[in-house]
């Protein structure tokens, strides 16, 4: 991410360039680019390297300054630490975007923040390339090597964590599926429909309907409202278990209902 803004830094007219690095045992250091006031910047502007006193963590009181001094946020937190990591962002009241996997949105901790408006994904959500160092171990699948003999590995369900406004969080899906009882059964212990996928979600239905994850990508918050996720839903009579249908438990879901016009 810093290379990209580094490369595009008169382009966007950035002002200040800042990134951090952990180091798990030890003191760390910043890179840091700040704009040329005189508008005479040729080229890709270089940075300054600067020790810190931590080991750069984004806990850490001087990373935590440097976050306050910051607009934007962008970047790949460790995907352990996310359900402390994006509480952390939306409370900054910073803009951010953040690379994370799907199931971190349907952790307690984080997706209350969809159901607030606070959150949602961005573009480009599936499963993403990431070129790897020559020493990481060659695999069976989501592996390959390039023309150059670069080594790459693909990551599932891969999105960003934004709150930055963007067209399509208000583009409403185009529904044309038909409700009836034997296509969308209810759940055994819950009063909602089941829908397998976000394309079948019937454009004649009023009720709570659970749907899969991946309507997140899709979603538009003046077309539906978001209610909760099923294992942690308040009124769930076996909270913290899935919903089951005839006895059989169903994947993740997560609660909608459609606003009304």
Known sequence: FFRYFQLNFQQLGIKKLITTHYVADGSSYKFEIVSNDSGEQVGIP???KTPL???????SLECLALLEECDVVVTNP???LMKEYLPLMVNSGKQFLILGNMNHAIISEIFHYFMADKVWLGYNSGHFWFRVPDYYPEKQTDFKMDEQGRKWRRMGNICWFTNMDIDKRHQPLDLFRTYTEENYPKYDQYNAINVNKTTDIPEDYDGIMGVPITFLDKHSPEQFELLGVDRYVADNPHYGHRFTISGKETYARIL???KQA
């Open 78 to 80: 460790p995907f352990s």
């Open 46 to 48: 270089d940075y300054v």
């Open 53 to 59: 006193e931590s080991n750069g963590d984004f806990r």
């Open 256 to 258: 909608i209902r459609r």
